[in-house]
T-cell receptor, first 115, second 109 residues
Framework: EAGVVQSPRYKIIEKKQPVAFWCNPI?????LYWYRQNLGQGPELLIR????????DSQLPKDRFSAERLKGVDSTLKIQPAELGDSAVYLC?????????????FGPGTRLTVT | QKEVEQDPGPLSVPEGAIVSLNCTYS??????FMWYRQYSRKGPELLMY????GNKEDGRFTAQVDKSSKYISLFIRDSQPSDSATYLC?????????FGTGTRLQVFP
């Protein structure tokens, strides 16, 4: 079974430019998450989807970040315009409900460098 | 104060050593406790999870939870160079996961 797929793996852009990340979750996983991981830190949740509905976007900087999950499968996270402080690894994860808990499976991440 | 505190290390041990990794937390509402392993330039992968106080063993790994002290540990026995990675503790409340900062472990031959 394929894991969570993310692209691109690496992206270097200049500040003020737009950037988009794509995620394909594990088949059958209804819940999808976007996390940001800064260097030397743990992942921090940006947004969580249940199917195509964003159920927790409280940590998403909505002035420059947007996300969508059309048809409840693939998802795209966009930043426009990017700032130097946005340099981080953006992780996508998906989960299903088992044994009264959700197990999250992470993709390899997209490493963003803003210059 | 962060909800989850974890010593960032780095921790460097010889092959075969017993490794102890620890996290403390402040929110008594956390229900599930996880340990993730993250290799360089990879996403975190779930190692173990538990939802009760006590010990849970899986091969060379033992997860320990003490809810009364708000303290969790991961023990690695007979550590191997392939265990070299960053270990992240994570706590769950409803469907929200809160991660520690991660402890970087290096096991040298």
């Amino acid at each position: 079974e394929a894991g969570v797929v993310q692209s691109p793996r690496y992206k270097i852009i200049e500040k003020k430019q737009p950037v988009a990340f794509w995620c394909n979750p594990i088949s059958g996983h209804n819940t999808l998450y976007w996390y940001r991981q800064n260097l030397g830190q743990g992942p921090e949740l940006l947004i969580r989807y249940e199917n195509e509905e964003a159920v927790d976007d409280s940590q998403l900087p909505k002035d420059r970040f947007s996300a969508e999950r059309l048809k409840g499968v693939d998802s795209t996270l966009k930043i426009q315009p990017a700032e130097l402080g946005d340099s981080a690894v953006y992780l996508c994860a998906s989960s299903f409900f088992r044994d009264n808990s959700y197990e999250q499976y992470f993709g390899p991440g997209t490493r963003l460098t803003v210059t | 104060q962060k909800e989850v505190e974890q010593d960032p290390g780095p921790l460097s041990v010889p092959e075969g050593a017993i490794v102890s990794l620890n996290c403390t937390y402040s929110n008594s509402a956390f229900q599930y406790f996880m340990w993730y392993r993250q290799y360089s330039r990879k996403g975190p992968e779930l190692l173990m999870y538990t939802y009760s106080s006590g010990n849970k063993e899986d091969g060379r790994f033992t997860a320990q939870v003490d809810k009364s002290s708000k303290y969790i540990s991961l023990f690695i026995r007979d550590s191997q160079p392939s265990d070299s990675a960053t270990y992240l503790c994570a706590m769950r409340f409803t469907d929200k996961l809160i991660f520690g900062t991660g402890t970087r472990l290096q096991v040298f031959p």
